[in-house]
Structures are given as C-alpha cells and as structure tokens.
C-alpha cells in the first residue's frame, strides 16, 4: 500500500472533456486504471469535479439549445 496516501484524486484524467471526445461516447481506460489503484491499496477514490467549465468537451459548443446542453450534462453526470 503506497505510504504517503490516504485517497487518490483523478484530477483531470476524471474531466468531461477528458473522457468525452464525441457525444454519448465515454473513455473510461484513465478513470479505470486510477480507480483500480485505488481500491487495490485499500484507498479512497474521490472524484474531482464533474462539470468545469474550461474543460469541457469541444462539441457541447455545437449544441446551441440550453436543453440539449442540459440533457447532455445529465447524461454524462448518470454516466
């Protein structure tokens, strides 16, 4: 178990735009890799901020109307 630690925090590996690079489609092998670290040591994943402003996927700028922006939010928070 690493010594110094007590919790891991993806940081931005667990951003929207980091895992999203096409609507609906997610890229888990980051988040998976940090996750399982975790666990494995006997630690606590805390994840870092779901929805940031300046690091959200490019193509949420495409989608003009506030209700597919939200609806998109929504399904990348259940995802």
């Known amino acids: 178990m690493p010594r110094y630690l007590n919790q891991v ?3 931005n590996a ?5 895992v999203s690079f096409s609507q609906g489609q ?10 399982n ?8 994943y805390k ?6 402003g300046s690091q959200q996927p490019g193509w949420i700028g495409a ?3 506030t209700a597919a922006q939200r609806s998109a939010v929504q399904d990348w928070i259940t995802a």
Do not use: E, R
């Open 26 to 35: 997610y890229g888990w092998t980051n988040l998976d890799t940090i996750y």
């Open 37 to 44: 670290f975790a666990t494995q040591n006997g630690l606590l």
């Open 63 to 65: 989608l003009t109307d």
């Open 47 to 52: 994840h870092h901020n779901l929805v940031w």
């Open 14 to 18: 667990g951003k929207w735009g980091s």
């Open 9 to 11: 925090t993806p940081g």
